[in-house]
């Protein structure tokens, strides 16, 4: 089934202790992307990744980093998470820019 | 970052009635506009992407209409079900910029 993984779904976690959420996808996709939803404010990109190794900020970088070592993974690192980053995120992922994006199930992350 | 205004923000209607709404964005510089249905708990799922102006796109009850040159898209549902509930996002894509989300328009259909 092609689909976009993320990985956990459901996150607590405390300040200051770095941590990663993945996201994997098996539609030989060219483009990811990360967003963070947050009521009222929309979806807003964070980081995006047109190819391999080719990633820039989207929107509200600050606080995170990503990786596109592989084109099937777009892991979303938070190195010191503080609570303001407690928020519902999502990977995406499309083959190209005239294509719809395929979204992940989603991470819903606490940081107390 | 691309200013993108969809309205109106929520809309109420009846089983049968039929709806539409609008989303509007910068006409310079544009490349594609992506629309999408997020139900709650769920997560936000590609109904359209247009590209060319005068596009029109259509999946059974629902179709969208682009016009580039005065920087709007309007997303049409005929004859609403309680199934159709869900938020409405339009994205436009242009080239240099990521893809940028409105916040939406929130449809509620009630039998």
């Known amino acids: ?112 | 970052i691309l200013n993108v205004e969809q309205s109106p923000q929520s809309l109420h209607v009846q089983e049968g009635d039929s709806t539409n709404f609008t989303c509007s964005f910068p006409s310079s510089n544009f490349y594609a506009l992506h629309w999408y249905r997020w139900e709650t708990a769920k997560s936000p799922e590609a109904l359209f992407v247009m590209t060319l102006n005068g596009d029109e796109k259509k999946k059974g009850r629902i179709s969208a209409t682009l016009n580039t040159k005065e920087g709007y898209s309007y997303l049409y549902i005929k004859g609403s079900q309680p199934e159709d509930s869900a938020t409405y996002l339009c994205a436009p894509l242009a080239p240099g910029y990521a893809l940028n989300f409105g916040k939406g328009t929130s449809l509620l259909v009630t039998p």
């Open chain 1, 1 to 112: 089934e092609a689909q976009v993984t993320q990985n956990p779904r459901y996150l607590i976690t405390v300040t200051g202790k770095k941590l990663t959420v993945t996201c994997s996808q098996n539609m030989n996709h060219e483009y990811m992307s990360w967003y963070r939803q947050d009521p009222g404010l929309g979806l807003r990109q964070i980081y995006y990744s047109m190819n391999v190794e080719v990633t820039d900020k989207g929107d509200v970088p600050e606080g995170y980093k990503v990786s596109r070592k592989e084109k099937r993974n777009f892991p979303l690192i938070l190195e010191s998470p503080s609570p303001n980053q407690t928020s519902l995120y999502f990977c995406a992922s499309s083959p190209n820019l005239g294509a719809g994006y395929t979204f992940g199930s989603g991470t819903r992350l606490t940081v107390v």
